[in-house]
């Protein structure tokens, strides 16, 4: 069975630039959570999408933002870009709220790189 | 996001000795708390997990240990492996849609 799967693998952009991150989850996972994690630091909570809900957001700015597709597949985008978004987005999902078990299984994240 | 250390607290460990990696957690509402292990270059990976109605859950050669009066979590590695070589985040859950909130991490170092 294919795990949590994120596209791209890598990307470099310039300051004041958009991106768009891709993430498809584990099949029959309905839940899609994005971390930030910058280098040496812990995983930052973005976004938490369940059945093409936003469910809860971490304490980062506007320009940060996502959506749930049908298939449950999510984009994380990012506006105006800054020097300091430099950092590994990782995507996990999970079984939906209320099943027998919702554990995050994670991506292998996506590194951007801001210039 | 919220700031943490750049710093990682790191266990060094001699290879077949048993690792004890510690974690408190602040909210005592947390009903589920969850091992990652994450090497260089990856996405974290699942160890194990435990509720709170549980105080010690067993998997293949790691066991995880809850005590929920000093809100202190403990993941134990038995006969600790060079692949066992990785950043261990700790992380709980309130329950409902609140986040999960992981822990700053600890880095373990396996020595041959």
């Known amino acids: 069975e294919a795990g949590v799967t994120q596209s791209p693998t890598h990307l470099i952009k310039t300051r004041g630039q958009q991106v768009t991150l891709r993430c498809s989850p584990i099949?029959?996972?309905?839940?899609v959570y994005w971390y930030q994690q910058a280098l040496g630091l812990g995983l930052q909570f973005l976004l938490w999408?369940?059945?093409?809900?936003?469910?809860n957001r971490g304490n980062f700015p506007p320009r940060f933002s996502g959506r749930q597709f049908p298939n449950y597949s999510s984009e994380l985008n990012v506006n105006a870009l800054e020097l300091e978004d430099s950092a590994l987005y990782l995507c996990a999902s999970s079984l939906a709220l209320g099943a027998s078990t919702d554990t995050q299984y994670f991506g292998p994240g996506t590194r951007l790189t801001v210039l | 996001g919220e700031s943490v250390g750049l710093h990682l607290p790191t266990l060094s460990v001699q290879e077949g000795d048993n690792s004890i990696i510690n974690c408190a957690y602040s909210?005592?509402?947390?009903?589920?708390f969850i091992w990652y292990k994450q090497e260089s270059g990856k996405g974290p990976q699942f160890i194990i997990d435990?509720?709170?109605?549980?105080d010690k859950r067993q998997g293949q050669r790691v066991t995880v240990l809850l005590n929920k009066t000093v809100k202190h979590l403990s993941l134990q590695i038995a006969a600790t492996q060079p692949g066992d070589s990785a950043v261990y985040f700790c992380a709980e859950r309130a329950g409902g849609y609140q986040k999960v909130t992981f822990g700053t991490g600890t880095k373990l170092q396996v020595i041959p």
């Open positions: 435990i509720r709170s109605n549980m």
């Open positions: 099949s029959g996972h309905t839940s």
């Open positions: 909210n005592s509402a947390s009903d589920y």
């Open positions: 999408y369940d059945e093409g809900e936003e469910r």
